[in-house]
């Protein structure tokens, strides 16, 4: 990686917080050019060496703004841009500390203009992307009810082909026209994305399939976005899939990439994430011929007790293989306990392995044939029962020990609107209380839903799903019959808006209250 004129050589006691890290962790800090890959295990201050790192890196004379650090979620990202605010301060300000998604947003907020796009575009999530979907559908009049070919199923072979950098133009012109189903996909598929472009709105997986198309076909755009990124470091590399280690591989054709990740802790595949990437880099780093590539292990774990650690590495040496297409379980990748515990008898962690696969055996008492996950929740419950009947000792408050109750116990899920209420259900019938967390999603509640949708309208007016979605929220008070009405009054319209003006600009009992909202909408507009 080209170094920065003005860096500066450091002692190790000079550090912002390089004396609380143990050698493995000091040795990736320090490790600042060429490819660096981290196998960092569970708890094992990996977020730490990471803002230590870029803390080093600007007190060795690294400007902020050639840092870019790339997280998998936006609480991680905000974890970790606390953490460095709180070593370097409003330093930190100038870099990009962000999600993937979000790093892709502020490329294209800046450069997509080049694809023909307005900046201010709208980004629609899956229930905006099923809207439109759904009219594409009635636009083709093909049936939305087809359980052959539908809307959803359509959406996931979409999401597939941007995935694999596939327009709708390729699409098409390589299809068999004697495949009915391809043939629909492809006028589908088309329909979808001219009506997106007509919204000028992107949807999710759009944010990283522009990205790519981007950097492809403006070479000198890459080349700004690689000028600016000279260090760039991305945690959670395991969970990456092929487009988003090509943006990576993009960006950091000259410079230094920093990549933290462990295969164990991988959780994305359902969305087509693809761990071997990050093995396959790790296996070219450990026996790189070059000392500028390294490979390096983090494996003490500061957050559990030695027996839970026990437990997980029992788990990991069994599941995990190299006749898996997973890595093999080495001592070296064995987690440690780095919090000094020494064992103890009063904890212990237990595996219980379920076949939960033939229904001969899934009936309840009364011969009803139970899901897999109805008789996961019944084997939970009867555990927990047994475990209370039996007086099961537990610490007190005091370091006393007293017999287990209901709400010495925790049970985590991985979806809780579809297993809670099974599991409740469960725990009842054997008499234990329960309290589960049911409570709305803050962004799914239908007051901030028409708030949001009336932020997008003002941010992008030409939507076509923003502007009537806030005006027939009680905010506006809009009836679908009444937006039936406006849109019929410029059926050749290209947007909503131009409907709704052209029904303002009417003498029908609705351009008064049409007229009214565009005044009040404007206003808004203007403020922005």
């Given at each position: 990686c080209e170094k920065s004129g003005n860096r500066k050589e450091m002692g190790e006691n000079d550090m912002i917080g390089f004396d609380k890290l143990n050698d493995m962790q000091k040795k990736a800090v320090l490790q600042t050019e060429g490819p660096v890959l981290i196998l960092a295990g569970a708890g094992s201050g990996k977020t730490g060496a990471l803002t230590v790192r870029i803390a080093h890196l600007l007190e060795t004379g690294v400007k902020p703004w050639n840092i870019l650090a790339i997280t998998f979620t936006n609480k991680a990202a905000k974890e970790m841009r606390e953490r460095v605010e709180k070593l370097v301060g409003d330093t930190a300000r100038d870099?990009?500390?962000?999600?993937?998604?979000?790093?892709c947003v502020r490329i294209l907020r800046r450069e997509i203009q080049h694809l023909d796009y307005e900046n201010q575009f709208s980004i629609y999530d899956s229930d905006d992307?099923?809207?439109?979907?759904?009219?594409?559908?009635?636009?083709?009049?093909?049936s939305t009810?087809?359980?052959?070919?539908?809307?959803?199923?359509a959406m996931s072979i979409i999401s597939h082909l941007k995935e694999e950098m596939t327009s709708w133009e390729d699409y098409a012109q390589h299809v068999d026209k004697n495949d009915l189903k391809a043939v629909r996909i492809a006028k589908v598929y088309q329909t979808y994305q001219k009506?997106?472009?007509?919204?000028?709105?992107?949807?999710?997986?759009?944010?990283?399939?522009?990205?790519?198309?981007?950097?492809?076909?403006?070479?000198?755009?890459?080349?700004?976005?690689?000028?600016?990124?000279?260090?760039i470091m991305v945690d959670e590399y395991q969970d990456t899939n092929g487009l988003?280690?090509?943006?990576?591989?993009?960006?950091?054709?000259?410079?230094?990439?920093?990549?933290v990740g462990d295969v164990k802790q991988s959780i994305y595949r359902f969305r087509r994430a693809d761990p071997t990437i990050f093995l396959r880099r790790r296996d070219a780093y450990a026996n790189a011929a070059d000392p500028d590539c390294q490979a390096i292990v983090l494996s003490d774990n500061f957050r559990s007790r030695p027996e839970v650690l026990s437990s997980a590495n029992l788990v990991f040496e069994h599941l995990m293989s190299q006749a898996l297409g997973e890595m093999a379980y080495s001592e070296a990748e064995r987690l440690r306990c780095g919090r000094g515990d020494e064992p103890n008898a009063l904890y212990r962690t237990e595996l219980h392995i379920l076949n939960l696969a033939g229904e001969d055996d899934g009936g309840d008492e009364d011969g009803i044939l139970l899901s897999a996950t109805e008789r996961e929740a019944v084997y939970v419950a009867s555990a927990i029962q047994s475990m209370i009947d039996e007086g099961f000792p537990v610490s007190g408050k005091d370091g006393d020990t007293r017999p287990c109750r209901c709400g010495d116990f925790a049970i985590l899920l991985r979806n809780m609107k579809n297993r809670a209420p099974?599991?409740?259900?469960?725990?009842?019938?054997?008499g234990l209380a329960t309290d589960a967390d049911k409570r709305e999603a803050f962004f799914e509640t239908s007051e901030i839903t028409a708030l949001v949708a009336l932020l997008r309208a003002v941010d992008n007016p030409v939507g076509g799903l923003d502007l009537p979605a806030c005006m027939a929220s009680p905010l506006f008070g809009f009836s679908f019959d009444d937006l039936a009405q406006i849109r019929a009054a410029n059926e050749r319209a290209g947007c909503f808006l131009d409907s709704l003006i052209a029904c303002a600009?009417?003498?029908?009992?609705?351009?008064?209250?049409?007229?009214?909202?565009?005044r009040r909408f404007d206003a808004m507009r203007l403020t922005v």
């Amino acid at each position: 990686c080209e170094k920065s004129g003005n860096r500066k050589e450091m002692g190790e006691n000079d550090m912002i917080g390089f004396d609380k890290l143990n050698d493995m962790q000091k040795k990736a800090v320090l490790q600042t050019e060429g490819p660096v890959l981290i196998l960092a295990g569970a708890g094992s201050g990996k977020t730490g060496a990471l803002t230590v790192r870029i803390a080093h890196l600007l007190e060795t004379g690294v400007k902020p703004w050639n840092i870019l650090a790339i997280t998998f979620t936006n609480k991680a990202a905000k974890e970790m841009r606390e953490r460095v605010e709180k070593l370097v301060g409003d330093t930190a300000r100038d870099m990009w500390i962000s999600t993937f998604h979000s790093t892709c947003v502020r490329i294209l907020r800046r450069e997509i203009q080049h694809l023909d796009y307005e900046n201010q575009f709208s980004i629609y999530d899956s229930d905006d992307q099923e809207k439109i979907m759904r009219e594409a559908f009635k636009r083709l009049n093909m049936s939305t009810t087809d359980k052959s070919f539908s809307v959803k199923g359509a959406m996931s072979i979409i999401s597939h082909l941007k995935e694999e950098m596939t327009s709708w133009e390729d699409y098409a012109q390589h299809v068999d026209k004697n495949d009915l189903k391809a043939v629909r996909i492809a006028k589908v598929y088309q329909t979808y994305q001219k009506m997106l472009k007509e919204n000028n709105a992107l949807d999710f997986d759009d944010l990283i399939y522009k990205t790519v198309l981007l950097f492809r076909q403006f070479p000198d755009v890459l080349e700004k976005y690689q000028e600016r990124f000279r260090y760039i470091m991305v945690d959670e590399y395991q969970d990456t899939n092929g487009l988003q280690d090509l943006i990576f591989r993009m960006l950091a054709a000259d410079c230094s990439l920093f990549m933290v990740g462990d295969v164990k802790q991988s959780i994305y595949r359902f969305r087509r994430a693809d761990p071997t990437i990050f093995l396959r880099r790790r296996d070219a780093y450990a026996n790189a011929a070059d000392p500028d590539c390294q490979a390096i292990v983090l494996s003490d774990n500061f957050r559990s007790r030695p027996e839970v650690l026990s437990s997980a590495n029992l788990v990991f040496e069994h599941l995990m293989s190299q006749a898996l297409g997973e890595m093999a379980y080495s001592e070296a990748e064995r987690l440690r306990c780095g919090r000094g515990d020494e064992p103890n008898a009063l904890y212990r962690t237990e595996l219980h392995i379920l076949n939960l696969a033939g229904e001969d055996d899934g009936g309840d008492e009364d011969g009803i044939l139970l899901s897999a996950t109805e008789r996961e929740a019944v084997y939970v419950a009867s555990a927990i029962q047994s475990m209370i009947d039996e007086g099961f000792p537990v610490s007190g408050k005091d370091g006393d020990t007293r017999p287990c109750r209901c709400g010495d116990f925790a049970i985590l899920l991985r979806n809780m609107k579809n297993r809670a209420p099974i599991y409740c259900r469960a725990l009842q019938a054997h008499g234990l209380a329960t309290d589960a967390d049911k409570r709305e999603a803050f962004f799914e509640t239908s007051e901030i839903t028409a708030l949001v949708a009336l932020l997008r309208a003002v941010d992008n007016p030409v939507g076509g799903l923003d502007l009537p979605a806030c005006m027939a929220s009680p905010l506006f008070g809009f009836s679908f019959d009444d937006l039936a009405q406006i849109r019929a009054a410029n059926e050749r319209a290209g947007c909503f808006l131009d409907s709704l003006i052209a029904c303002a600009d009417g003498e029908t009992a609705l351009s008064a209250r049409a007229a009214g909202f565009l005044r009040r909408f404007d206003a808004m507009r203007l403020t922005v």
